[in-house]
């Protein structure tokens, strides 16, 4: 139970400091998508860049404060994995195919290499697999009511969302 909790935050940390990270410049943020999307041949996703960058941003506070607060495990499993199966296979096509200065996962807080980002992603990848099966381990009596988990993950999604409205501006 403890190894699968302590997991769970690891994981929750590293969405959260991601998230937070490309939130405080969600302009540049969508720049990086838009590399991305270039590299991949994606250019009909161009035009949506700074919404798809509001949203990855978005979800990964969102993901990481539910996981560190034990709120809504087996929904932060499902959305982490679903998360991975994208940004997983997303950074080994780019680090095998493509140069970039960094791979923007973290923003400009702390760049790292499109290797150093897939292997973090396959790291991920293990502990979500890991996760899986201590999730009916996890989450046996919640300090959370139920309504309560609901308003924490509603309020935690305006916040995030304001965050980011205020960076752009700033």
Not at 33 to 62: Q, R, W
Not at 143 to 148: A, N, R
Request: one cysteine or more; proline letters at 3%.
């Amino acid at each position: 139970m403890v190894m699968f909790r302590i997991l769970q935050i690891i994981l929750g940390v590293l969405f959260l400091f991601s998230g937070i990270a490309k939130g405080l410049d969600p302009v540049a943020t969508a720049h990086k998508i838009d590399e991305y999307l270039k590299l991949m041949s994606l250019d009909f996703f161009l035009g949506l860049d700074l919404f798809l960058a509001m949203g990855v941003i978005t979800a990964e506070i969102v993901l990481g404060v539910i996981m560190i607060l034990d709120i809504f495990p087996k929904l932060g499993l499902w959305l982490a994995t679903i998360m991975m199966l994208v940004f997983t296979p997303k950074t080994l096509y780019v680090a095998l195919h493509h140069s970039m200065d960094y791979a923007g996962c973290f923003g400009s807080v702390l760049q790292v290499t499109p290797w150093q980002s897939h292997w973090k992603n396959v790291f991920m990848d293990i502990v979500i697999v890991i996760l899986w099966f201590g999730l009916p381990k996890l989450k046996k009596a919640s300090i959370f009511s139920d309504g309560v988990q609901w308003w924490v993950t509603i309020i935690t999604l305006l916040v995030a969302v304001a965050f980011q409205t205020v960076m752009i501006f700033v």
